[in-house]
């Protein structure tokens, strides 16, 4: 979703928005503790940016449907 992900375009960044979550979820956990290594850190930063885009992108999606649904009933009535 991001310009820097060229790596991932071909594959998703997560099969769906709850795995995106739990592994954000997971890495935040990681990255609380004090021992992290600094080159763990910066992947840790960098994959998790890509999960949060991912999730915004779910999130924008799903309420275009939820307007599209609604204005469609709008119209039924």
Request: charged residues 25%.
């Given at each position: 979703?991001?310009?820097t ?5 071909t ?6 928005y ?8 997971g890495i ?9 290594d ?11 940016v ?10 924008g999606?799903?309420r ?7 204005a469609?009933?709008g119209?039924?009535?």
């Amino acid at each position: 979703m991001t310009p820097t992900d060229q790596s991932t375009s071909t594959s998703p960044v997560a099969a769906g928005y709850a795995e995106a979550l739990a592994e954000l979820e997971g890495i935040l956990a990681e990255l609380e503790r004090t021992d992290v290594d600094v080159d763990v850190l910066a992947e840790r930063v960098k994959r998790a940016v890509e999960l949060i885009g991912f999730c915004r992108a779910r999130i924008g999606n799903a309420r275009l449907q939820i307007e599209q649904v609604v204005a469609d009933l709008g119209t039924d009535g």
